[in-house]
């Protein structure tokens, strides 16, 4: 899913100041026929998406003009749009869109960023490059060759060196989405690299790296927030499995540390800063870094703020909303699994353990493919069954969390069990100490062809941690996903953990 409306037709024509002309428009690569029996474009798994359309201020003042309400877009300045409730089914819509007729009601007067679909501007995986990619996701991409889109992007690649559209880029960097593997990069666009990296880091920022664990578990020491409450975010691993897809750069300032993601929004912090300093002078302090990087646009938050720091932060004029608690449950109850509460759960764990001969491993290199091999396996499985639409965003992105792991997993401090069957990898986990006491579950994949395996692995991974010396599981939130929401009911958490969303109070 991109964050497109309609298929492109191609650029707007322009003028600069200068009266440079920008080329004629691309021709519509994609047929007509094909786009309205899409179901992919304009349609989005959550209100967030960081695939919505991006609009820069003209685009916004003609989008207005064509109907769009001005609340639709947070800032007018440039910004991403606000999305609806789909009130057909699941998810979100472009307020342009039409669900039922399948047409964009903006559509002459459509932003760049849908203009250009099926190509897409992003930043390469590394992030030091930015690069004009065909998105997989559109089902033509499967009945085309390759030699009529390199045509296509060069047309486009052309219309984006001139100086005219390279002024508007460098004016909304936003306009560059994050890196997606399911984006084909057809052409390098050294142009926009070179302008764009004067200013996209302050050079107080470090890039997140494994050898930062340590300064990050001193940071947490400092700041004395590991309590039997903490969510599963207060730990290194949580954020260094992501950084191929978010970014993650931090600094210190007072003996405080600041962790930072950068999104294609713009700059967020996804916990608390950490150090000895009173909350709400580095909280003030961080939100006035953000808003320093991104302007008036309302994408600078603190993620997962627990909820004695929550208080204080409400008192201090600080905005809250909650976001998805971490799910907490007592250790010696899911390895044990006694009592009708978990009639099913046992009923399972029995019928894995007589239909097969299951033998648990320590994770090791020789595991990697076997374990690579049983992801995609289970994502198919995944993809077959009732799966939503942010369902299927989530398993895009966490293929690249779980590559991560598999090849790095030592390095970012995570312990994992693999689980053998005819030596063939059938289930793996991956997680780590929170506190002493506290077990966070990551990553678990279980082949879903055979029953009970789950649910034996869970166990199985529970009691280990018992045996470890852990009182509690964190088996992390439920993504807002209905499904795995029931599942994670259905163990009777001891707790759902609160956590929160802070938001600039001098915005």
Partial sequence: MHRMMAISMGFLSMESEQSEIIPKPLPQVVPSSVCFQCDVCCRFPEADSFLRPYFTEQEIQAAVAHGLPVGSFPDRSGSQIDLVENPLGEGYLCPAFDAVSGRCGIYEARPLDCRLYPLALMWNAAYEEVVLGWDTKCPFMHETVPAEIISHADRAADQLMTRTMTEMIVANPRLIGRFQDDVVIVKPLPHLTARLSRVRIDPRLHALTAEDA??????????????????????????????????????????????????????????????????????????????????????????????????????????????????????????????????????????????????????????????????????????????????????????????????????????????????????????????????????????????????????????????????????????????????????????????????????
């Fill in 214 to 507: 340590p300064r990050f578990t001193r940071a947490l020491e400092r700041a004395e927030v590991l309590g039997p409450d903490a969510l599963a975010a207060y730990a290194f691993p949580y954020h260094a499995i992501w950084t191929q897809l978010l970014p993650h750069w931090w600094m210190e300032s007072g003996e405080t540390f600041f962790l930072f993601a950068r999104s294609p929004d713009g700059w967020f912090m996804p916990l608390l800063p950490l150090g000895p300093r009173p909350i709400d002078q580095t909280v003030r302090e961080a939100f006035a870094w953000m808003r320093r990087w991104n302007g008036p646009s309302p994408v600078s938050r603190i993620e997962n703020v627990m909820e004695p720091q929550r208080r204080l932060l409400e008192q201090q004029g600080f905005s809250c909303r909650r976001k998805d608690g971490d799910y907490l449950y007592r250790a010696e109850a899911l390895a044990a699994l006694t009592g009708d509460h978990y009639k099913a759960q046992r009923a399972l764990c029995n019928r894995a353990e007589r239909e097969q001969v299951l033998i648990t491993e320590p994770y090791c290199a020789r595991h990697q493919a076997g374990c690579l091999a049983l992801y995609e396996r289970w994502a198919v499985q995944k993809q077959a069954g009732a799966l939503d639409a942010m369902g299927a965003f989530l398993l895009e992105d966490a293929k690249v969390a779980h590559g991560r792991v598999l090849a790095e997993h030592e390095q970012v401090g995570l312990a994992g069990t693999v689980v053998i069957v005819q030596e063939r990898v059938v289930a793996y986990t991956f997680g780590y100490w929170l506190t002493p006491q506290i077990w966070c579950v990551l990553l678990e994949v279980a082949d879903r062809s055979m029953p009970g395996l789950a649910q034996w692995l869970f166990r199985e991974t529970s009691r280990s941690a018992v045996a470890g010396g852990a009182m509690s599981i964190n088996a992390m939130d439920d993504a807002g996903l209905p499904g795995l929401r029931e599942a994670k009911r259905a163990y009777h958490p001891q707790a759902v953990l609160d956590s929160w969303i802070i938001m600039d109070c001098e915005r």
